[in-house]
T-cell receptor, first 115, second 115 residues
Framework: AQSVAQPEDQVNVAEGNPLTVKCTYSVSGNPYLFWYVQYPNRGLQFLLKYITGDNLVKGSYGFEAEFNKSQTSFHLKKPSALVSDSALYFCAVRARISGNTPLVFGKGTRLSVIA | GAVVSQHPSWVICKSGTSVKIECRSLDFQATTMFWYRQFPKQSLMLMATSNEGSKATYEQGVEKDKFLINHASLTLSTLTVTSAHPEDSSFYIC???????????FGPGTRLTVL
């Protein structure tokens, strides 16, 4: 079975500082990995994904994530945080194996960027 | 990216009534649709997976007679919460995928409040 762990419920960072939101996964075979962001009472917005290729993936709004197969991690990063980045962030995984396998989400990490 | 819409965006109903939520893929054909439920400050929990023209596959613990899912066309899936009770109050999010290896796109969500 596939699963995602986001070990931090809350991450606080000062505006302008780099941020990291952690994610580890468990899946059979090679994974599809995703990051989504959710603002209050809104649906999920896609940030970035890793399918294959370069381990460093660049996405929307200046975010990037690094796939580390040995550590089964896919941490989300941004060099300089903005107050507007404050939101709920979800890591998700889907097994590469074909079929109707849905995205499985972590519990989410609330990011708070302080001015 | 592809667009998924949900209607209504929010609904308030009395206990015992049924509520129907629509999910549409606006610019692609969704062979598979997923329904998620999200409680406040929690992650998305997969409720069911549906393929066009087939019966939905429900996750363990989800009552199929309570949450009726219909995926009658390649652009429309509906979730009907039957005989709703206050504990059914939640944020319901649908997601659609165009094919087995296609990306999963999310609707904006429907906030259901049962009085």
């Amino acid at each position: 079975a596939q699963s995602v762990a986001q070990p931090e419920d809350q991450v606080n960072v000062a505006e302008g500082n780099p941020l990291t939101v952690k994610c580890t996964y468990s899946v059979s075979g090679n994974p599809y990995l995703f990051w989504y962001v959710q603002y209050p009472n809104r649906g999920l917005q896609f940030l970035l994904k890793y399918i294959t290729g370069d381990n460093l993936v660049k996405g929307s709004y200046g975010f990037e994530a690094e796939f580390n197969k040995s550590q089964t991690s896919f941490h989300l990063k941004k060099p300089s945080a903005l107050v507007s980045d404050s939101a709920l962030y979800f890591c998700a995984v889907r097994a590469r194996i074909s079929g109707n396998t849905p995205l499985v989400f972590g519990k989410g990490t609330r990011l708070s960027v302080i001015a | 990216g592809a667009v998924v819409s949900q209607h209504p965006s929010w609904v308030i109903c009395k206990s015992g009534t049924s509520v129907k939520i629509e999910c549409r893929s606006l610019d692609f054909q969704a062979t598979t649709m997923f329904w998620y439920r999200q409680f406040p400050k929690q992650s998305l929990m997969l409720m069911a997976t549906s393929n066009e023209g087939s019966k939905a596959t429900y996750e363990q613990g989800v009552e199929k007679d309570k949450f009726l899912i219909n995926h009658a066309s390649l652009t429309l899936s509906t979730l009907t919460v039957t005989s709703a009770h206050p504990e059914d109050s939640s944020f319901y999010i649908c997601s659609a995928r165009g094919g087995i290896d296609s990306e999963q796109f999310f609707g904006p969500g429907t906030r259901l409040t049962v009085l």
